[in-house]
């Protein structure tokens, strides 16, 4: 278990990171996201050894890895990095990339072993240049792992790749930690990569945790507007409660729509407060007044309308096919019971 306690970091008089608590297990994926500039990459490169832990502590289960005056250096750290860019050495054949920091004896073993396991063992004579961004990312998996590292850290790894091979490569990722019982920390900034890999999630913005748990946690009950955003491409609204009714632009909503999980505190009658809503769940009709469909766009086997209220707010909802609103419509909107998020911002 890799364990991060109260960890705090500045730079240059800036709060970057600020008592940020967490553990993650072996075998298992942990997503760390947030906007660029939230702390993703110092947290990894604390872990690393590339930075000196400043407050807190960082514990590879009983092996202190770095607090305040007592850091591990980096070679002596049973952690693997994966950059963004891979970073392989350019003189350097794909094997020996993979075997460099093996003890010669095991080498060959285990560099046939990794290569085999990233599927590039007919690659082993080619040099970097000659590689695709997929086959270079992969070498450099296969190289993290190679001297058989307690932890794998990646930093943003697929950032520059198509989707499909994103696809493939999360794939192969999160398959080689849960075989290999590494503990694996994610650092991305991309709610697909948290989606399609994590088994744990901790969400930052300027330094702070806002929310760890499960992506279902995160997905079905958001602590805060900024996670509702990250996840099902939840939208922001301003309503009132009034008459047992959310007033919002789009329509007065039944009580009912709002998540049982709401703090009742935050939804004061009469006063003006942020909401949540996912464009799946919300149903529209054709109406003779109220909203008008902006736009309509094609989104896989839905469509997507744009709404446009009268203050010029617009708001996102799934339109199963087939369906009979055009553009210029003017329609009902509707939530499904439970669905929107009422939340501190």
Known sequence: ????????????????????????????????????????????????????????????????????????????????????????????????????????RERSARVAGLLALVGLEAETRRYPHTLSGGQRQRVALARALAPEPEALLFDEPYANLDQELRRSLRREARDTVRESGTVGVFVTHDPEDVMALADRVVVLRDGVVQQTGTPRELFDHPANAMVARLFGRAQSLTARFEDNLLKTGFGDWPADSVSPTADGSLMTAGESFDVSVRPESLHLARAAAGPRVHDIRIAGADDIAELVDDGGVRLLATLPRPHDITVGSHVSVTPLKGSVFVLPG
Do not use: W
């Open 1 to 104: 278990m890799l364990f991060f306690d109260s960890i705090h970091y500045t730079y240059d008089k800036t709060p970057v990171l600020s008592d940020v608590s967490f553990a993650a297990a072996p075998g298992e994926i942990t997503c760390v996201i947030g906007p660029s500039g939230c702390g993703k990459s110092t947290l990894l490169s604390l872990a690393a050894g590339l930075l000196d832990v400043q407050a807190g502590e960082i514990r590879l289960d009983d092996t202190l890895l770095g607090r305040k005056g007592q850091n591990l250096p980096p070679e002596q750290r049973p952690v693997g990095l994966v950059f963004q860019e891979g970073a392989l050495f350019p003189h350097m054949t794909v094997a020996e990339n993979v075997g460099f920091g093996v003890g010669e």
